[in-house]
């Protein structure tokens, strides 16, 4: 077992990577890691397990894979041919959001939900007359989902 806390506090770029590639070698050898950090991108990129602790007490330990799955959310990111002014009424069933220029559309939407209503959304963006140039999704980073977490945490 390999307790590492802080390991890239205050290191320059090129030993920083040169440690996480030790850290995989040393985590494809079979070693555990339990790793502190900060950084949660590193956590991210390196972690099969997470905890999360908050003012001295730990508020949840679970799978990486598993945590994205069940706190984070999907965002689909329509981009428009032609700018709205504004997201039609007939859209209020949506949580959309549009850019400030008009030009892309964004549907957020729960991770584990069933019915996200990607589909049907599509139909309605198609059957309004709206088109778009480009579409795709992201997926929460855990980052995202640690700040949500803690803004819920008394």
Do not use: C
């Not at 307790?3 to 590639?21: I, K």
Request: aromatic share 6%; net charge negative; proline share 4%.
């Amino acid at each position: 077992v390999l307790f590492l806390d802080e390991p890239t506090a205050g290191v320059d770029v090129e030993l920083r990577q040169d440690m996480w590639a030790m850290v995989r070698r040393l985590r494809e050898d079979g070693v555990t890691i339990i790793l502190t950090t900060h950084y949660i991108e590193e956590a991210e990129a390196m972690a099969d397990r997470v905890g999360v602790i908050n003012r001295g007490e730990i508020v949840l330990v679970d799978d990486k894979a598993e945590l994205m799955r069940k706190l984070g959310r999907k965002r689909l990111l329509l981009e428009l041919r032609s700018p709205l002014g504004a997201i039609p009424e007939s859209f209020s069933r949506y949580a959309l959001e549009l850019s400030p220029d008009g030009g892309q559309l964004t549907y957020t939407y729960d991770n584990q939900s069933d019915r996200p209503g990607v589909a049907s959304l599509i139909r309605d963006i198609e059957a309004a007359g709206i088109q778009f140039r480009d579409i795709e999704t992201e997926n929460s980073s855990l980052e995202e989902i640690f700040v949500n977490l803690l803004r819920q945490e008394p």
